[in-house]
């Protein structure tokens, strides 16, 4: 049940950001083993509650809250439930895009989860293969089908520009789309590296799930296109689409790429962060 002290202010439910993400394999009852560099942002959606006798109920608001399901589809109210809560009011400020790569719905129910001090026996797992690793909200080594987390300490901060196009990427048409689902994890994590180290050692990795999910919309193409061209030193699509981010040695060279990629691209979603 919830109590008094959830009346404190918004929790942030930050972008998760998968830096590299291999598909190492598939098990019997299709799940796919993964093996991921998860960082987060310093941006997102952010969640509130109120305690009170009404039954629960989720409001959602923020830019980006149309077609955002305020019934019991949505993992925000699954996870209040997980934790046995049946009373209260729930807001949900949202400003990532929905279905986005970025993790954005796992991010809030992690949020709500975090907020009402609940973590399920299994993390969180059974809402949903991402809702872990967001638990945490720091740098993981997230492998297995995302109930294996490692920390990795010491890395630095990045600054980044994440963009999306404002298309859909189904998850499902992803995964089946892949050449392999056997392929090499990504070895050994970087000791405390420094930031062009950092960049490196991810440039020398993959998502595998970029290739079909280009196939699917190529426009995602033109955007890891135009974040190369302002100046990002290595450009990679997130999780299995349609977001994608662009790695700089510097805040000021990430701001002014995302000014020029949001001037060019009114229509699409583009915001300038630090990665975590």
């Known amino acids: 049940m919830a109590t008094a002290a959830d009346a404190r202010g918004p929790v942030l439910a930050p972008a998760k950001i998968n830096l590299a993400l291999h598909v190492t394999g598939q098990r019997a009852d299709g799940y796919h083993l993964l093996d991921s560099l998860v960082v987060f942002a310093d941006l997102g959606d952010r969640l509130t509650f109120a305690p009170d006798a009404a039954p629960l109920r989720l409001d959602v608001t923020g830019p980006m809250a149309a077609g955002v399901p305020t019934d019991d589809s949505n993992l925000v109210m699954r996870a209040a439930r997980a934790a046995g809560v049946t009373t209260g009011r729930i807001t949900l400020d949202k400003h990532l895009p929905a279905a986005a790569g970025i993790g954005g719905g796992s991010s809030d129910a992690a949020a709500m989860l975090r907020r009402l001090g609940h973590v399920p026996a299994d993390e969180g797992l059974s809402l949903g293969a991402d809702v872990p690793v967001c638990l945490r909200a720091r740098a993981t080594r997230m492998s297995g089908i995302g109930e294996i987390l490692d920390d990795v300490p010491g890395l630095?901060?990045?600054?980044?520009?994440?963009?999306?196009?404002?298309?859909?990427?189904?998850?499902?048409?992803?995964?089946?789309?892949?050449?392999?689902?056997?392929?090499?994890?990504?070895?050994?994590?970087?000791?405390?590296?420094?930031?062009?180290?950092?960049?490196?050692?991810?440039?020398?990795?993959?998502?595998?799930?970029?290739?079909?999910?280009?196939?699917?919309?190529?426009?995602?193409?033109?955007?890891?296109?135009?974040?190369?061209?302002?100046?990002?030193?290595?450009?990679?699509?997130?999780?299995?689409?349609?977001?994608?981010?662009?790695?700089?040695?510097?805040?000021?060279?990430?701001?002014?790429?995302?000014?020029?990629?949001?001037?060019?691209?009114?229509?699409?979603?583009?915001?300038?962060?630090?990665?975590?």
């Not at 859909?168 to 892949?178: A, D, I, K, R």
């Not at 050692?201 to 033109?222: F, H, K, S, Y």
């Not at 990679?236 to 040695?249: K, W």
């Not at 949001?262 to 915001?271: E, H, M, S």
């Open 156 to 276: 630095p901060p990045v600054p980044a520009v994440l963009v999306n196009p404002r298309v859909p990427v189904p998850t499902g048409p992803v995964f089946q789309g892949l050449a392999s689902k056997t392929n090499p994890p990504m070895g050994a994590l970087p000791d405390r590296p420094d930031l062009p180290g950092l960049i490196g050692w991810v440039a020398a990795r993959r998502n595998d799930l970029e290739p079909p999910a280009l196939t699917l919309q190529p426009v995602i193409g033109d955007v890891l296109g135009a974040l190369r061209a302002e100046g990002a030193a290595l450009a990679r699509m997130s999780g299995s689409g349609a977001t994608c981010f662009g790695l700089f040695t510097g805040a000021e060279l990430a701001g002014a790429a995302a000014r020029a990629i949001a001037t060019a691209y009114p229509g699409w979603w583009v915001r300038a962060c630090r990665l975590t």
